[in-house]
């Protein structure tokens, strides 16, 4: 193969197992004998457990084991607070298995076990427990109140975590403004819902002292450690594998959600596998959520547009515990000022708990926010200065010439300072701009509305730091056999095509197709160096990591070649799995360079003999490996980024409602994105694509919906609105390349691109068409037909 | 084509009955718990793992199989309503000799799958549709409608709905 394969649309090699079936998520596997568990939740959001009676369950058919806080041993515990930060003052954690208090409906209070799932279920409804239900406050702007009931009587006002974040001199800024636009924006909550629930199994093995443990994550080596941390056994004593998943979309990137405990601990203890697959309503009551923040906003500007101050004051909804952190808040704080100059930032969040769901990150983790609030407050003082609404952000876009552009004093995700490493935000802005036609809107909006429809331009920017540390390897070997190509790293894959991806970099550097470069990701008995995947940084960590590898083994391999074949090392050229002199047909292939390389002392096949003992070519003077040779054509490197690496992009669409319905149509979805140097673009477009899904999703249906005693009321697919294809429009995409400096592929996070700007743009299309009711704003999401209607019939906002 | 598993199994509780029914062809004959779902009985007691389950609720499709002819929800059927009937899973779609049928080669060619959590389902409700109309209307909005019982998480159906176009195209000009 001559032809580079980065940057070309190859097709994914993970595709035809899938397609025919044949894909292993863990509910496929087979393990002989499984048990099954099941969970008794509370169906309270907060109570004091006055008692748990599990006797007659425990002596139902099939039962095999049944677990409460009380027979779990050192898992009876707080889980660990994972990423711990000033700002919180005795984080809450929840639980292994409830312990005299609940906190939110669905908390895991009782495991059973039993021969199939459907005696463990009937034995986990035989489980009587007895609830002294109190009151509760699950709206974040009344818990914070004096008299709101706590969800930890140790946090006064609920306040989780409460962080400010200063850069350059707002105040000063905000004296100087001659203008400021100041707004309140909502954002709800919704829910990942990846098509494939959370789900562990487990095997411990009395013979090895091997702990196996298959689990849906997207941190498999983060399980493995912390497995090994908790059960306190030796981390090569625990194997983690992340076999094919079914979606994660950062649901699954925290670890441990209980299951992923206890499922390991009733293996360990019955010597038999033991698997929980959880059912949809459990997604729904247990798994973690995001998204729900409201801002208070405001824009300090110059007369003619510039703005130089931004204030932002937000509340953060973290559920009942934060067991990751102040994560999303903090992206959301540091991602505020969009792809804007304005030099002067002042940042303030409250983390605030509320009986409810753990937040996590869900795709965008505080970045849909915080581009819903900025967004949606250049909408308004483009209104408020008479400015048209791209003329605004040409004002105060950041420069190509200005990059890198620091914004000192914010400290993003990776606990490093923010820096807009590289872009080309004008011309993305320009390009936007001419495909959705802005010239010829004015006209189209025009007959629509003779013909009793309502048309409006949706704008929104957005910005992106993705590719965070701390680190990925990558491993590579060739195979003496067969000449392939065996790729490892140690994150894990949702759907998100690493296979591909990642051979294509290999491929590129030692002269072999793409489908012969085979990768094994998520495994810790192959590979076990590395973080997870989360915030776009699979293609950037790992993909640099095995970039760099693929360098060293395509050294070695020319090094061997040319020494195979009598030649110099600039006369080596590797391709279509062989190492030629280059202008001649003399060539050897991979494969047999890697066998030459293993020196051996027994032959099984041909080219096996050139490198025992005896064979001319070995060596007859010395030891057969230098000292500090390694054998074999294979090499381990790592990729550690100095900084997350901004990606960015800007989207519009063109909406139409129906005066009569109040549906919301998008007759015309456009964006232009730019995530550097693409490796494959049929898959970066794949990914934007599913990611403005779950935006549309997001900003016109998805809302996870809490009564006022903190049960959610829409558990399931049918009254939690996921979008049918019916749903999502077809989205005109435009790429721009603006390499990072950052890294040697000159690559940028893609994963959660598409869901940032989608909400912010149908609010603002909705604006424009509706302007003529009474000026409405549509500052919260989802939009609904029922904001709509009542734009429609009282010209009041949304 | 992967093999039908035929043991005994701990999930023969309760109340049983026995079914017979034809599953990809071949006959099969079984003593089952009359609680059992029949997308559990077609995944762990015959071991055809391709047919996958979202929501158990009958709205993602993630479970859809073919019975006598029509796609439909195993999730929401009891394994004994499928006494005497016809059934087809994922695993019966591929040529024998393991290469791809028309519509999954085209999910493959448009990339029209990521995860492949949800892509059984859709392959079988889409393989109904070509096999029960005449002609398959590959307007946007036609595709849209076939495909509008079945949820993608990952896609945002896009590359999905050129995926269907392709392949009724393609069959289209077979006929």
Known sequence: ??????GTRVKRNVDPKLLKGEGSFIDDLDLPGVLHAAFVRSPFARAKIKSVDTDYARSMDGVMAIYTCDNIGNLDMELPLLIPHDCMNDARTQRTLARDDVYHVGQAIVMVVAINRYLAEDAALMVDVDYEPMDVEVDIEKAILPD???????????IAADLTQISGDPESAFARAEHVTKIRVEVERSTAAPMETRSVAA????ISGVLTVWDGTQAPLTVRGGLASIFEIDEDKVRVIAPDVGGGFGQKVMFPHPDELLVPLAAMELGMPVKYIEDRRENFISSNQERKQIHHIELYATKDGDVIGLKDFFLHDTGAFIPYGIAIAQVASTSIAGPYRIPNIHVQFQAVYTPTVTITPYRGCGRPQACFAVERAMDQLAEDLGIDRFEIRRKNLISDDQFPYPREGLIFADGLPVTMDSGQYFKALDLIEEKIDVRNFPRMQEEARSQGKFLGLGLAYYVEGTGLGPYEGGHIKIHPITGKVYVN?????????HDTVFAQIVADQLGVNVEDVILTEGDSGAYDWGVATFASRAAVVSGNAIHKTALIVRKKTIKAAANMLEVDEDEIELRDGHAWVSNSNRSVSLAAVATATNPLRYAFNEAAKAATQFAPASRHDGPALDEGQAPGLEATDYYSPPAATWAYGVHAAIVEVDEITCETKIKKYALVHDCGNMINPTIVEGQVMGGVAQGIAGAMYEKVEFDDDGNISNANFVDFVIPYATEIPKVEMYHLETPTPLNPLGVKGVGEAGCIATAATIASGLTDALREFGNPKFRST????SMIHEVLSSGSSG | MKMIRNLPSANSFGQTSKVSLTVNGTNVEKEVSVRMLLSDFIRHEL???????????GICGACTVIIDGKSSRSCTLLAVQADGIDLRTIESVANKDGSLHPIQEAFHECHALQCGYCTPGFIMNIVSEFEN???IDTTDEGIRELIAGNLCRCTGYANIIEAVRDAAEKLQKKR
């Not at chain 1, 193969?1 to 980065?6: A, G, I």
């Not at chain 1, 009931?149 to 006002?157: D, E, K, S």
């Not at chain 2, 071991?47 to 609720?57: D, M």
Request: aromatic share 6%; proline share 10%.
């Open chain 1, 1 to 6: 193969m001559s032809t580079r394969s980065f």
């Open chain 1, 148 to 158: 709101a009931p706590l969800v930890h009587p140790t946090h006064p006002g609920n």
């Open chain 1, 203 to 206: 095997y411990y093995d009395k």
């Open chain 1, 489 to 497: 790293t140690g994150l894990s894959g949702q759907g998100q095509g």
């Open chain 1, 782 to 785: 989802p939009i609904t037909p």
């Open chain 2, 47 to 57: 071991g055809l793992t391709g047919t996958h389950v979202g929501c158990e609720h």
């Open chain 2, 133 to 135: 109309n005449e002609k």
